[in-house]
């Protein structure tokens, strides 16, 4: 493609960088290091689950000028950990250093009326919708996108910035809630089960897709994430994976991407978002998969070769919460981490955030198996222990 390029090559020893300090950072700084590189953190808050791990945490805020200039001076190359990095940043930083992923990418995957007007004009298929930025909008709006769900066109994540409406009259008055916020309207579709794709594409257009995962969320936040899926068919994961390397491709994306499916009556398949970064979906390449969705956001972002995304095991994923910290009222209570690592092949990965709040993601296990059934199992084991629904 026209945009592809051959990426600058940073040597282990070299710095590389991040916008975010979250948990995704967290793990990032874990696999780059891993590698023999030194990473540099840029986010405002002191305690941050990334910069407590990071060879330097600047603190400073995304469109911090001096902490911009600060991270391009160190850094030979950067990436992001969240979509809500304001793409202004990242132009700013392409023209120091080498940025994975672009920000016409991310300004695109970081607000909804682009993201769903790109992936539909490359001719694949996303859920009925329409733009609203007026209440003239939602009086204009089909009859046919109803029951349907308001969604705020940027800074909504797990579930947030979304609401159910039935009418339009339910919509307006969710438009109003969200501040009359730009948003999109889009119908309620018979839902049989949800997949995600990872892709990890380099500077140079080379690429890999990971194992589809199917994925079960509850109040908007995924919970379980197994692999190999148990009912997408081989002819739904030969799409998807289609699918996603054209999302891919069409951006001229470099990094990791995450591509959301729904899967509908009779097998078809739409785009549900896409995520511009690893995934909590594909957390399970960190102990399942030859190479993980982390390694492969370094080795894009450092212009090394692609590893393996092959799969050593079946996986299921379960999401840990700050709920279960609070199983026994409003004092917090440490989980009984002991019951649940007896699980055979269960692997605890914690995000060393200083507080459990409910609703907060405080980290994952993975359970894996010589096969599904195993994994599963492992996972019961695991769900009856810390006190997590499953499945």
């Known amino acids: 493609m026209s945009g592809d390029k051959q990426a600058r090559v940073v040597q282990p020893g070299g710095w590389l960088g991040l916008l975010g300090g979250g948990q995704l950072g967290r793990m990032f700084?874990?696999?780059?290091?891993?590698?023999?590189?030194?990473?540099?953190?840029?986010?405002?808050i002191a305690d941050c689950p990334a910069g407590a791990v990071a060879d330097l945490h600047i603190r400073a805020g995304y469109d911090d000028e001096t902490g911009l200039?600060?991270?391009?001076e160190r850094c030979s190359a950067v990436t992001t950990e969240f979509e809500n990095v304001p793409a202004a940043s990242l132009e700013k930083l392409a023209l120091r250093c080498q940025v994975s992923p672009a920000a016409g990418a991310v300004a695109i995957a970081q607000d909804r009326i682009a993201e769903k007007g790109y992936i539909a004009s490359i001719g694949v298929p996303v859920a009925p919708y329409a733009e609203i930025r007026s209440e003239a909008d939602i009086a204009a709006a089909s009859a046919s996108l109803y029951p349907g769900i308001l969604k705020a066109a940027r800074l909504g994540y797990?579930?947030?910035?979304?609401?159910?409406?039935?009418?339009?009259?339910?919509?307006?008055?969710?438009?109003?809630?969200?501040?009359?916020?730009?948003?999109?309207?889009e119908a309620r579709l018979p839902l049989e089960f949800e997949i995600s794709v990872?892709?990890?594409?380099?500077?140079?257009?080379?690429?890999?897709?990971?194992?589809?995962?199917?994925?079960?969320h509850r109040d908007g936040i995924l919970a379980i994430s197994t692999v190999p899926s148990p009912r997408a068919s081989e002819d739904i994961v030969r799409r998807a994976r289609a699918a996603a390397l054209q999302v891919a491709a069409g951006l001229e994306y470099c990094g990791v991407l995450c591509v959301e499916f729904f899967v509908l009556p009779g097998e078809r398949l739409i785009v549900n978002e896409i995520a511009p970064r690893p995934h909590n979906s594909g957390h399970y390449s960190i102990d399942a998969c030859v190479t993980s969705q982390f390694e492969q956001q370094a080795r894009v972002l450092a212009g090394?070769?692609?590893?393996?995304?092959?799969?050593?095991?079946?996986?299921?994923?379960?999401?840990?919460?700050?709920?279960?910290?609070?199983?026994?009222?409003?004092?917090?209570?440490?989980?009984?981490?002991?019951?649940?690592?007896?699980?055979?092949?269960?692997?605890?990965?914690l995000y060393g955030k200083a507080e459990a709040r409910r609703g907060r993601k405080m980290g994952h296990v993975t359970c894996l198996g010589t096969d599904r059934a195993q994994a599963e199992r492992s996972a019961a084991q695991v769900a009856a222990a810390l006190g997590i629904a499953y499945p």
């Open 304 to 349: 090394q070769p692609l590893g393996s995304s092959d799969p050593l095991a079946a996986s299921v994923m379960l999401n840990i919460l700050g709920d279960i910290w609070f199983q026994a009222g409003e004092q917090a209570a440490e989980p009984a981490w002991s019951r649940a690592l007896q699980a055979p092949g269960a692997k605890l990965h």
């Open 158 to 185: 797990d579930g947030k910035g979304q609401a159910r409406v039935e009418s339009a009259e339910q919509a307006r008055a969710a438009f109003a809630s969200f501040g009359n916020v730009p948003c999109v309207l």
């Open 29 to 44: 700084c874990h696999a780059a290091q891993s590698m023999g590189y030194r990473v540099a953190v840029l986010d405002p």
């Open 198 to 216: 990872v892709v990890a594409r380099g500077f140079d257009g080379e690429v890999v897709t990971y194992p589809v995962s199917e994925n079960v």
């Open 69 to 72: 200039a600060q991270l391009a």
